[in-house]
C-alpha cells in the first residue's frame, strides 16, 4: 500500500477512538510547525531525499513526513508522487514562497502563517497583502441586479425587459 494511503487510513480514520486521533494530530501539527520553521530559514534551498531520509533529517516518522508531504505539495514548484509515494521515492520540498504562505493563510493554520520565521522572507506589509489577496480570492462577489426597466448590460440601448431578459 502507498505511504499517502496508509497515512489516510490512519489520519482520517473516523472509526478510531476520537482521543487518539486528537493527539495524533497535536503531535503531528507541532512536528509541521518545527519542519516549516526548519525550511523557512533559508527559503530558497530546494532540499531533496527519499522519504526515508526526510523523515530521518527532521526527526520524524515516515507516516508524519508523508502527511508533512501531503500538506506541503500544492505549494512545491515541481509537486511530488505523493499517490504512489514509497519509502525510497525520491521527492523534493522546493516552495514557492507567496504560494506557499496564501496555502497556509487558505488552511487557516495560524501557527504556521504566524511563524517568527517569515519575517525574514516578507515584510509585513506583503504578508499582509498575500493574507488579504488569499482571502478574497475565496469571495463570491454578487453582480449588481439587473430590473426589468434597467438599460440591457449587451449595450444595445433597449431596457432589459425587451432585449436579453425576454423569456
Known sequence: M???AEWKKVAYNENADQNKLKQLWAAYFQQEKEIYAQLLKQPDETVTGTVKELADRYG???MTMTGFLDGINDSLKEPNPIEEMEEDTQVNLGFDKALLY???VAAEADWLYGLEEWND???EETRKALYKEQKSSTTIVKGAKIYP???CPCGSGKKYK???GRK
Do not use: G, R
Open 121 to 123: 522572507i516578507f515584510d
Open 60 to 62: 520524524v516518522t515516515v
Open 149 to 151: 426597466n434597467d438599460p
Open 102 to 104: 496564501k496555502n497556509m
Open 2 to 4: 502507498a505511504l499517502l
Open 162 to 164: 425587451k432585449c436579453c
